[in-house]
């Protein structure tokens, strides 16, 4: 494992990619909307030309899927996409797509080239149970790893944690992201000076022991998890309740201030005991 390295899978406009770069961090980024990626290239051109910075464009799929992939651009340009279930789903929620062709990008071939990462964080809409399974192949694996967990199906929500559990990943926490973007925190760069960053729209936020919220065990996240899909019933998208005027806004700066958060998405992290 490299310990100065992350794959940030989801590179969209360099939210994260930043956080990981201030910190000290070589990233290995994985973008398969052009315009994404050549917008990065230019806002990250001096890490790029230092060898900090790596970007890799094209869709992330598996080799059954060929050469090249279809890939749906979306107006909402985080929800992109090779998986034509998100795609009637963004279509749904008011938000329409268009097809291109992307190169597809083979996640084994990324890790022989580059090594495994210290923290790999996978937030490509649809393929990220592809990349675990890749992983499943190597017996060295990333100390922390991310994932957006599904919104949909609590059960879907066990097979993620319990495919992290089969990687060997026995630490997790729930990660709600519904306050990520503004939050400022003081955090240490690889050599160990602190510094100060405030999160972006769209940021995942801190990883592993920086996120200020305890590990728990594989049943207790589920514990966690039920409780939040109890949250989505009464208030999650679509809820009948959220549509009366003001209710949403007011909720949002009730849960801020008591840091109980409405059930925004949340991303799963998970962690490798120490060896």
């Known amino acids: ?46 890490e790029i030309e230092a060898g900090l910075l790596t970007i890799m464009e094209g869709a992330v799929a598996p080799p059954s899927a060929g050469d090249t992939v279809t890939f749906f651009v979306n107006e909402r340009s985080v929800w992109g ?6 795609v009637e789903r963004n279509e ?34 649809g393929a990220d149970q592809h990349v675990l399974e890749v992983l499943a192949k190597f017996p060295e694996k990333p100390k922390y790893i991310s994932i957006e967990s599904s919104k949909d199906d609590y059960q879907d929500v066990v097979s993620e944690c319990d495919r992290l559990r089969g ?42 022991d920086e996120i200020r919220q305890s590990w728990v065990s594989h049943e207790a996240v589920l514990d966690e998890y039920r409780s939040i899909f109890r949250k989505y019933r009464w208030l999650g998208s679509g809820s009948a309740l959220l549509r009366i005027p003001g209710l949403h806004r007011m909720l ?11 059930p925004g998405w949340y991303d799963t992290h998970a962690a490798l005991d120490e060896k």
């Open 1 to 46: 494992m490299k310990r100065n390295l992350i794959f940030d899978f989801g590179l969209h406009k360099g939210e994260d990619t930043a956080f990981y770069l201030a910190k000290g961090f070589q990233v290995v980024a994985f973008e398969a909307n052009p315009e994404l990626a050549n917008a990065c290239r230019a806002r990250f051109a001096a």
């Open 81 to 86: 996409t090779i998986d034509k279930d998100w």
């Open 92 to 125: 749904k929620a008011g938000a329409s797509s268009k097809k291109i062709t992307a190169q597809r990008i083979d996640v084994a071939d990324t890790i022989q080239k580059f090594g495994m990462p210290f923290y790999m964080k996978i937030d490509i809409e």
């Open 167 to 208: 990687l060997g990943y026995n630490r997790f926490k729930a990660v709600q992201q519904e306050y990520i973007p503004g939050m400022r925190d003081q955090f240490q760069r690889m050599d160990g000076t602190p510094f100060s960053y405030t999160f972006p729209a769209d940021s995942s936020g801190p990883f592993g």
């Open 252 to 262: 949002w700066h009730f849960g801020r201030r008591l840091n109980i958060g409405l």
